[in-house]
Every structure is written in structure tokens, then in C-alpha cells.
């Protein structure tokens, strides 16, 4: 296992469709987390999953974001009718129940254009 | 509210010498708190954690302390070389239960001159 994968790892997408992104954790991580980072900024937290369980939300998860993890695995995150203030790299993290820091993929950059 | 203050300007120091990274956080309990790197286009990359009732942690060239009283944690590579270049992100779980969602800073960007 070579760590957090994310894909695709760039997407440039018109106003107003809809994106999808996948991120595969470490495979015995049951803890995934989505954040989006804007130029200059930290990561801002989006949504938490513990297994298939999604347990944990942030105010910006906004009603066109969803997130799934359907079998506890890989997790999709989803944007519908982006807008331009969707521009951000969305990166995914994981970590095990044993240890607290977070192994992060490299990110998913979206441009909406 | 919440904050977490980190130095947006650059440090830009000379090779050789000790890099010092100030983190200060407002209205937080914060249970522990963790330090990572990030480089242009990658995500961050854990690099240190220390717990509320710690002092200081060490790993090689690298040391953290947190100050409670202060509600402040200071970062400190020593012997700093240009590879160090990078951003420096600190980020708090605070202490209530059930979450568990890091709350990042901004970041400081590092500058080790050769």
C-alpha cells in the first residue's frame, strides 16, 4: 500500500456540472476525511467517516456536496452544479483508530470555469 | 469564535540556522495538537504531534512545545537546510468528545537560503 490515493488528481469542469472524486485510504485505515484548501489557506474540514458511517459534518458541506463510503473502502466525494467558488483542491485523509495524525493524498484540484 | 493564527508572512532564513514557527490559538481546548508539512501541489505530511498535558516533543532536527497558558505552540526545525523549504501547517482536534476533525492554520511558508 503505497498510501492515500486520490483521483483524478486534476479536473476542469464547466459551471454548473457535476464532478465526482474518489479517494483510496490506507488499506487499514477505518477513519477517511475530505477537506478543501484554497490558495493560501489550511485545509478546511468537509465531512468524516468512521467505516461506512458518515459521523461527522461541516457547516460548508453545502446541499450540492455529498459524500459516501458505501462499503466502509474507498469513498466518493460528490459536487452537483459546481460554481466557481468551488474552486479548490479537495484532499482526502485517513487514519487508523491506534494513531491521531492523518495520512493525506495529494489532492484533487478542481477549476471551475 | 474559534481561532487559529499562524504568521502568513514568509520566514526566509540562512541555511544552518534554527527556523522558529509560532502557532497561537483562541477560545480552544485543544486536546492535543499536531504539526505538518506542505509542499506546492501535495498534500501535508505528518510530521509531529504533542498533547495537551506536554511540554515538548522531539524528532530529530524538529521540536514542538505547547503552551497552554500562552495558547501557543512553537515550532523549531534547527540546523535548517533548503529542503526544509516549505509550508508549515499547524492544526488543533480540540477537546470535546466525538470530534474528530483536525481545525487547520494558514500556514507559514519557510525559506531556507543556501
Known amino acids: 500500500d503505497t498510501g492515500v490515493s486520490q483521483d483524478p488528481r486534476h479536473k476542469i469542469t464547466k459551471r454548473g456540472q457535476n464532478v465526482t472524486f474518489r479517494c483510496d485510504p490506507i488499506s487499514e485505515h477505518n477513519r477517511l476525511y475530505w477537506y478543501r484548501q484554497t490558495l493560501g489557506q489550511g485545509p478546511e474540514f468537509l465531512t468524516y467517516f468512521q467505516n461506512e458511517a458518515q459521523l461527522e459534518k461541516s457547516r460548508l458541506l453545502s446541499d450540492r456536496f455529498s459524500a459516501e463510503r458505501p462499503k466502509g473502502s474507498f469513498s466518493t466525494l460528490e459536487i452537483q452544479r459546481t460554481e466557481q467558488g468551488d474552486s479548490a483542491m479537495y484532499l482526502c485523509?485517513?487514519?487508523?483508530?491506534?494513531?491521531?495524525?492523518?495520512?493525506f493524498g495529494q489532492g484533487t484540484r478542481l477549476t471551475v470555469v | 469564535s474559534q481561532k487559529i493564527e499562524q504568521n502568513s508572512e514568509a520566514l526566509n532564513i540562512q541555511e544552518g540556522k534554527t527556523a522558529t514557527l509560532t502557532c497561537n490559538y483562541t477560545?480552544?481546548?485543544?486536546?492535543?495538537l499536531q504539526w505538518y508539512r506542505q509542499d506546492p501541489g501535495r498534500g501535508p505530511v505528518f510530521l509531529l504531534l504533542i498533547r495537551e498535558n506536554e511540554k515538548e516533543k522531539r524528532k530529530e532536527r524538529l521540536k514542538v512545545t505547547f503552551d497552554t497558558t500562552l495558547k501557543q505552540s512553537l515550532f523549531h526545525i534547527t540546523a535548517s537546510q533548503p529542503a526544509d523549504s516549505a509550508t508549515y501547517l499547524c492544526?488543533?482536534?480540540?477537546?470535546?468528545?466525538?470530534?474528530?476533525?483536525?481545525?487547520f492554520g494558514s500556514g507559514t511558508r519557510l525559506q531556507v537560503q543556501p
Open positions: 492544526a488543533f482536534r480540540g477537546a470535546d468528545t466525538g470530534r474528530r476533525a483536525l481545525t
Open positions: 485523509a485517513s487514519s487508523s483508530d491506534k494513531n491521531t495524525e492523518a495520512f
Open positions: 477560545n480552544y481546548s485543544p486536546a492535543y
